[in-house]
């Protein structure tokens, strides 16, 4: 694989075996979902509404339903959450780019891991009239994610240095580069707030600044420069 600093292989590619997306932030604009459904939820329970925020970036739902409400039931937090995403749904959008991205990803050189669960992966990417590409992982975070992370990709006969990771967020960017995959940190974070950029992290506005070609050992990802965030 060609090597790439922290600002990344502009003007050159990654070549993989796999890419790796987190459909949160790279294929779908949730923003205003989010912020809507953990604001009202954090109401709801009584917790710090930015403790909410920062926990939902990175966690899955039952993970932040024990921390922020260990005394409820959890299986009933997590379906009135899931209640509320499915009132939100409207607001779900496609990322600039994102059809084009999942076209241009050979056939079966793609997967998705996600701190969604499974329903929730499947409502908001039946909204945006998107399919995953390849096989899933969801209801990634906590202690345990960067080992479920590494198994996953053992599991499709990858290394962490031949899968580009494509993140939504800065904790899936931050463990996606400690395992050893090349990253781009694509977007705002679904809307819960922007972290600083992990080192060695490329960081794009979108999707559409990202582009896939096949390639002999795999797949080709090139990346078109641009400012980073503000």
């Known amino acids: ?28 604009d949730m ?3 989010e ?9 709801r ?15 899955p739902v039952a993970a932040v339903v024990g921390r922020h409400a260990p005394d409820a039931d959890p299986a009933a937090e997590a379906a009135v959450l899931t209640a509320r995403l499915e009132l939100l749904l409207r607001t779900v ?8 991205l999942l ?9 998705v891991w996600t701190r969604l669960d499974g329903d929730e992966l499947d409502r908001v990417l039946g909204r945006a009239r998107l399919a995953p590409p390849g096989p899933t992982l969801t209801g990634l975070g906590g202690p345990d994610a960067a080992e479920r992370a590494a198994a996953f990709l053992a599991g499709l006969g990858c290394t962490p240095a031949r899968a580009v990771a494509l993140e939504g967020g800065t904790a899936g960017a931050t463990r996606s580069r400690a395992l050893g995959c090349p990253t781009v940190l ?4 679904g809307g819960l707030g922007v972290g600083a950029s992990p080192p060695d992290v490329v960081r794009l506005r979108d999707a559409a600044l990202i582009g896939l070609r096949p390639d002999a050992d795999g797949v080709a990802v090139s990346l078109r420069r641009e400012s980073r965030l503000r």
Not at 8 to 15: L, N
Not at 35 to 43: L, S, T
Not at 186 to 189: A, K
């Open 186 to 189: 694509v977007g705002d974070e």
């Open 45 to 59: 329970v009584g917790a710090d509404p930015a403790a909410v925020a920062t926990d939902a970036a990175a966690l």
């Open 35 to 43: 912020r809507a459904r953990w604001g009202w939820w954090a109401r």
């Open 103 to 111: 076209r241009a990803l050979p056939r079966g050189r793609g997967a």
């Open 93 to 100: 959008r496609r990322t600039r780019g994102a059809a084009a």
């Open 1 to 28: 694989m060609a090597a790439a600093g922290p600002r990344g292989p502009f003007g050159g590619d990654w070549t993989a075996e796999l890419v790796v997306i987190d459909p949160v932030g790279v294929l779908l």
């Open 31 to 33: 923003a205003a979902a």
